[in-house]
């Protein structure tokens, strides 16, 4: 065709032409097959490839589907193994209140037996005044006293079973209370919040949020929100960047208003269980400024309601040896208080020409082969009343070091260690138990800035800073390692974990308090803190042993 138009048909004479046209219409035609057959071998390539795909989808989608309903077993058998551990707690939780109520109950009747016995004493004591002077009723008076006599042995060999009872009991609370102990954590955090001072500015709103628990306002706040806003950020339209929310869950959180004796009564327990014979450890952790001395030692003026934490646990160590000398133990304490100072030892309780020689304290062994550690020249004083604790306070805040910084007028630069150790005997029955209790005040933890360093003082400073960091960086490693149960804990790498070694492994029982400052212009400082005590917080250290012979 020329122009889209079919040719004009030929004369019949044309055979050559009309030969020529049938060769070009079979050539045209032979140009469709081939192109229709390459189309058709294209499309059933296609149809192959969409075959094969659709059966490795199918394979892929049976073996997701056997996937989840291997997760949804899984998921089922986790409900059931935390609804049996909850059924546990609480079991445990009434076995306790029972028992407490049975030592009660028995002390109790142990209290009405002796008043029996007295009374059966005087009774014994008039006979034999009526015996003496009526010798007509001899023989009637011997026999009644006889009966009396035998009476008052039958209420003694009670008296003695009743006792025994009672120890029983006694070691039973123990145990029970250890139990409590490890369900909340041989490792604990808490964090405290202390309020705005005068002449400090306010913090704006929503700064620090603190979420009710999950049974409203009427639980313990375990959370804490800190909005953080950068204002060297900002957006496309000029429009400020809303603050970052960092959350974070402890085991308790204390905010502003929370008062020395809240504080306290959260850890009253805890501390008890150094008289059971296990080592405890209680820290105070955050940037200089933010109420650790306060939390461990209280405020000034001697007011009863600021007392810190290191005379609350002592009053209340006294008060509980006090009650179990009725059944039979007998403690005695010692104190020691030292700091550290640059990685050196100081004796807080040095007086008179032993003042300024804290370079001479070393931590030692005890004696060879022994654990227990010593701080050679350091005073160690017997204790056994509140007013002993008190003088004893009173000039270890004399003699520790301090100096100004950026963040305080007089702060704290040195890690604080007040230990008590406790031996506690029952002479009666062979029993023996000892542990130390390790109340520590640590230095400000806030971060280096090299650039302030310029003269004399301020490269003391920075040496301070330095020290302070490495100690407080090994006090996480070491807590890392226990965690993982790594074959070498870095005990040595700072004198402050050397020195409590005893009291941070799988035996101890140990709790960080977290303070924070609520000032706007320490957020920085605060969010660090709070990241560390969360790292903290979700280490396990293990199952603590008591210290018994």
């Known amino acids: 065709m020329v122009g889209g138009k079919k040719p004009s048909k030929r004369p019949a004479w044309d055979l050559k032409g009309q030969l020529c046209d049938v060769n070009a219409e079979l050539k045209r035609c032979r140009e469709r097959t081939q192109t229709l057959g390459q189309e058709n071998q294209q499309l059933q390539d296609q149809l192959r490839d969409a075959q094969e795909q659709t059966k490795a989808l199918g394979t892929e989608r049976r073996t997701l589907e056997g996937q989840l309903a291997t997760v949804q077993a899984e998921a089922e058998q986790g409900q059931q193994e935390l609804k049996k551990l909850r059924a546990r707690i609480v079991e445990l939780e009434e076995r306790l209140s029972t028992q407490e109520d049975l030592v009660q109950e028995l002390q109790k009747k142990q209290v009405e037996l002796q008043e029996e016995r007295r009374g059966l004493t005087s009774q014994l004591e008039e006979k034999e005044r009526r015996l003496q002077t009526s010798e007509a009723a001899l023989s009637s008076s011997q026999a009644e006293v006889a009966s009396l006599r035998q ?19 006694e070691m039973e609370r123990r145990r029970l ?35 009710s628990g999950p049974g409203g306002p009427s ?37 502003p208003g929370s ?23 209680i820290f105070a952790y955050g940037q ?27 009053r209340h160590l006294f008060s509980v040896a006090q009650e179990l000398s009725g059944q039979g133990w007998t403690y005695s304490f010692v104190a ?29 062994h005890a004696r060879p082969g022994s654990e227990e550690l010593t701080v050679t020249n350091a005073r160690y004083v017997p204790v056994s009343c509140e007013k002993e604790v008190e003088a004893l306070l009173h000039l270890a805040h004399q003699n520790r070091a301090v100096a100004r910084t950026a963040q305080n007028e007089r702060s704290s630069r040195s890690h604080s260690v007040f230990q008590l150790q406790i031996t506690g005997e029952h002479s009666s029955r062979g029993l023996q138990c000892g542990a130390p209790l390790s109340l520590v005040d640590l230095a ?27 100690s407080l960086s090994t006090l996480g490693l070491v807590i890392m390692a226990l965690s993982n149960k790594e074959s070498h804990v870095p005990y040595r790498n700072s004198k402050l974990t ?28 605060s969010l660090n803190s709070l990241r560390f005590a969360s790292k903290v917080n979700q280490c396990v250290i293990g199952t603590a042993q008591a210290n018994r012979k």
């Open 336 to 364: 020691s208080y030292v700091e550290i100072y640059n990685e050196t030892v100081r004796d807080l309780l040095a007086t008179g020409t032993r003042k300024g020689q804290g370079s001479e304290c070393e931590i030692r």
């Open 151 to 169: 009476e008052t042995a039958a209420q003694a060999a009670l008296l003695t079973e009743r006792e025994e009872r009672l120890h029983g009991l």
């Open 177 to 211: 209370h250890n139990q409590l102990q490890e369900l909340k954590g041989n490792i604990r955090v808490f964090c405290r919040v202390r309020p705005v001072l005068p002449g400090e500015p306010t913090p704006p709103p929503g700064l620090f949020l603190f979420p």
């Open 259 to 281: 008062r020395q004796d809240e504080v306290f009564e959260e850890i009253a327990m805890l501390v008890q269980s150094a008289l059971d014979g296990y080592p405890v450890c």
């Open 498 to 525: 050397y020195l409590l070694q005893n009291s941070l492994g799988g035996s101890a029982k140990m709790l960080m308090f977290v303070n924070i400052s609520p000032l706007e212009e320490n957020v920085s400082e």
């Open 444 to 470: 400000g933890s806030e971060r280096l800035d090299p650039g302030l360093a310029f003269g004399p003082g301020e490269r003391e400073r920075l040496r301070e800073t330095q020290a302070i960091n490495s």
């Open 288 to 314: 200089t400024g933010s109420g650790k001395t306060f939390t461990m030692e209280g405020g000034p003026g001697g007011d009863p309601q600021l007392e810190g934490l290191i005379p609350r646990a002592l």
């Open 219 to 255: 639980d313990p706040t375990t959370r804490l929100s800190l909005s953080r806003s950068d204002e060297r950020r900002g957006t496309l339209s000029g429009a400020p960047v809303p603050p970052t929310r960092h959350d974070f869950s402890f085991d308790r959180v204390f905010p």
